[in-house]
Antibody, heavy 122, light 112 residues
Framework: QVQLVQSGAEVKKPGASVKVSCKASGYTFTNYYVSWVRQAPGQGLEWMGWISPYNDNTNYAQKLQGRVTMTTDTSTSTAYMELRSLRSDDTAVYYC???????????????WGQGTLVTVSS | DIVMTQTPLSSPVTLGQPASISCRSSQSLVHSDGNAYLSWLQQRPGQPPRLLIYKISNRFSGVPDRFSGSGAGTDFTLKISRVEAEDVGVYYCMQATQFPWTFGQGTKVEIK
């Protein structure tokens, strides 16, 4: 069965960086994009971007450009999301999701990781 | 970016009764390929989001048939035919027709 297992909670100081991992199993890793979505405490969902494990093609949300980097390691079927220059409003649960492909392109996240809480506090 | 607006934001429902959530997009979600990439996600308390419906009306694997999606263009609806206790949570619509993906604010379904 498809599973996405994320790394554990992190506490970081403002200005630091965090790197969250997402290990995939149960499917061919290189056949599907991986997307990252975050959720601030008590808030809704915010799409951050996606990456193709096949060719490292990425697309990032404009507001995070320059601070976020998504990578993959195909030898371990793991996707990574690194966020730099952390601020207090980056405090959120970060989710990875496998992206289904439809004729029009990437069309929805069909399987989701359990989430990783990142707390930014001095 | 396409703005997704859900109503209501809160929906108290009696067990066994139906529930309905609306989602309106600021632009048509019809893609150049003729499909509308509108999906619905369920988030139970303390859980990650779970895909329920994709491309307006297609139930994802394992989703009970009491959940159904409908709509076209800019107006979409998620219906639960008979609410069960396990349906409590927040429901989000999401569009993937146009980059970037955007989500509705969420609708909280709770039991009266």
């Amino acid at each position: 069965q498809v599973q996405l297992v994320q790394s554990g909670a992190e506490v970081k100081k403002p200005g630091a960086s965090v790197k969250v991992s997402c290990k995939a199993s149960g499917y061919t890793f290189t056949n599907y994009y991986v997307s990252w979505v975050r959720q601030a405490p008590g808030q809704g969902l915010e799409w951050m971007g996606w990456i193709s494990p096949y060719n490292d093609n990425t697309n990032y949300a404009q507001k995070l450009q320059g601070r976020v980097t998504m990578t993959t390691d195909t030898s371990t079927s793991t996707a990574y999301m690194e966020l730099r220059s952390l601020r207090s409003d980056d405090t959120a649960v970060y989710y990875c999701a496998r992206v289904a492909y439809c004729s029009g392109g990437n069309c929805h996240g069909d399987y989701w990781g359990q989430g990783t809480l990142v707390t930014v506090s001095s | 970016d396409i703005v997704m607006t859900q109503t209501p934001l809160s929906s108290p429902v009696t067990l066994g009764q139906p529930a309905s959530i609306s989602c309106r997009s600021s632009q048509s979600l019809v893609h150049s390929d003729g499909n509308a990439y509108l999906s619905w996600l369920q988030q139970r308390p303390g859980q990650p989001p779970r895909l329920l419906i994709y491309k307006i009306s297609n139930r994802f694997s394992g989703v009970p048939d009491r959940f159904s999606g409908s709509g076209a263009g800019t107006d979409f609806t998620l219906k639960i035919s008979r609410v069960e206790a396990e349906d409590v949570g927040v429901y989000y619509c999401m569009q993937a027709t146009q980059f970037p993906w955007t989500f509705g604010q969420g609708t909280k379904v709770e039991i009266k």
